[in-house]
């Protein structure tokens, strides 16, 4: 029994009984006929109506998912600034000033003696308990690649090494030994010369990150825009159309689809425009507020070690050209920076509920800087007890002084996080409901495209 070649009875090719040749393959002669096909139902006028219906549809189709999915994205990155970004951008914050508060706390309690009050020994293991916590927070919401974790990493590391020297120190002074004073002042070194920056980057990293996340959820639409401008042309085009060819002034699904696109693009462009306007409010108000009046608040925590490192040490650390104490002149800067964040925050508060604990802030290093100035004075004259009372004391002291500056500020900040999360919540909020009410309009629309098309169609039937 003889078999035939290989695919040979069932070839795709047909002979030519004029050439002799092979013929085509029979799947592109299907194509060939739909073309034919395509091209003579193009010739009569339901024809064109049908393809141009189709056409409308997916536009308006098309349209509703590019405005779904561009919208989404925004609608996201709108949602990190208020759920995500500002509040880990808060939490290092946080982490930097509670560092920064501990570090002083520790060195008015040494000031205090041999037996430090309970009310400052609880402050501090408040802000050691508070900052761990915030790590661990922070750690768990950041990649472990980010620049974010590789400097929680070095916190986390540093900070039982600086809570070890600070118990030294507390324990050689309450066996009276001068050994305390230097464990303080290595502990100090600890904080400052690599803890502070630490957390000062990592506070960095996650301002940037919301910023970034800001930046995105204001960036314009502009592929949803362009396709909204091309679907209401074209549904402009088809009425023209219809009207010249049948002399109708409205086709009710015509007319729907073009009133669906309308109100896709209306909302898109003013919810949108919306958004952008608070979410610039929120950073420019609030965030820009909230950077000035944290930085304040940490140079006020500095200002204040530096002041009680200045009677720990007693002139034994000198700036590097030995003519001056290297606390007191650390504090002089401080205090400096102080001001000036205080005035750039009066300039930045944009109502009363800002500006006024700013100015009772400001008020509060005035009197500060005068008191320092008279313990300053006193302690020159040798009066070490009488200067340590000034700096340390129950009243009119400048511990009293940075506790109004600190109050101050905390209320502050407190009023500017409430503008931010109001003004970040409501550009979500102009966001929200978009994206769903796009893709069901435009879905609404297609249909409508599709049932003005028919109608017209009906006519020829």
Same mark, same amino acid.
């Given at each position: 029994? #003889? ?203 996650? #301002? ?110 000198? #700036? ?57 004075? #006193? ?83």
């Amino acid at each position: 029994m #003889t078999h035939p070649p290989s695919g040979g009875s069932q070839t795709s090719r047909t002979p030519d009984p004029a050439s002799g040749h092979v013929g085509v393959p029979a799947q592109r002669t299907t194509w060939t006929t739909q073309a034919r096909r395509l091209r003579a139902v193009a010739t009569t006028e339901p024809g064109r109506l049908q393809i141009i219906g189709a056409v409308l549809a997916l536009l308006v189709v098309a349209f509703g998912a590019v405005t779904t999915l561009e919208i989404s994205q925004r609608a996201s990155s709108a949602d990190d600034v208020v759920s995500r970004s500002q509040p880990l951008s808060a939490d290092a914050a946080d982490i930097y000033r509670f560092l920064a508060d501990a570090d002083t706390t520790a060195a008015s309690g040494f000031l205090a003696g041999a037996q430090e009050p309970e009310a400052v020994q609880e402050q501090y293991r408040k802000d050691i308990e508070e900052a761990a916590r915030l790590l661990v927070k922070a750690s768990g919401s950041t990649d472990s690649a980010s620049a974010s974790s590789r400097e929680i990493a070095t916190l986390n590391k540093l900070l039982p090494v600086y809570t070890g020297l600070i118990e030294r120190a507390r324990a050689n002074n309450r066996q009276g030994l001068p050994l305390g004073g230097a464990y303080l002042r290595y502990a100090n070194q600890k904080m400052t010369g690599e803890m502070l920056p630490a957390a000062e980057r990592l506070y960095a990293a996650e #301002t940037g990150r919301l910023e970034s996340d800001s930046a995105d959820a204001r960036q314009w639409p502009l592929w949803s825009v362009g396709a909204g401008i091309v679907v209401l042309g074209a549904l402009g085009w088809m009425q023209r159309r219809t009207y010249r060819r049948t002399n109708r002034v409205l086709n009710p699904g015509l007319l729907a689809a073009t009133a669906a696109a309308s109100v896709v693009v209306l909302w898109l462009a003013v919810g949108h425009t919306v958004a952008r306007a608070e979410l610039r409010s929120a950073m420019v108000h609030g965030q820009e507020s909230l950077d000035v009046l944290g930085d304040a608040r940490i140079n006020s925590l500095k200002a204040r070690a530096n002041e009680n490192l200045t009677l720990v040490a007693r002139g034994a650390v000198l #700036t590097p050209d030995g003519s001056a104490d290297q606390y007191e002149a650390d504090y002089s800067s401080g205090m400096a920076a102080l001001k000036a964040q205080l005035k750039k925050a009066g300039r930045l508060a944009d109502d009363a509920g800002g500006s006024a604990p700013v100015a009772e802030a400001a008020d509060g290093v005035s009197q500060w800087q005068v008191r320092h100035r008279e313990a300053r004075a #006193t302690d020159d004259r040798g009066d070490y007890d009488g200067a340590l009372e000034q700096i340390i004391g129950t009243e009119e002291s400048t511990g009293q002084s940075f506790q109004q500056v600190d109050a101050a500020l905390e209320k502050a900040l407190a009023h500017e996080q409430g503008e931010f999360t109001s003004a970040a919540k409501d550009g979500r909020g102009a966001l929200r409901g978009l994206p769903t009410g796009a893709a069901a309009l435009a879905v609404l629309g297609a249909v409508a495209v599709i049932v003005g098309v028919n109608r017209r169609l009906s006519e020829y039937r």
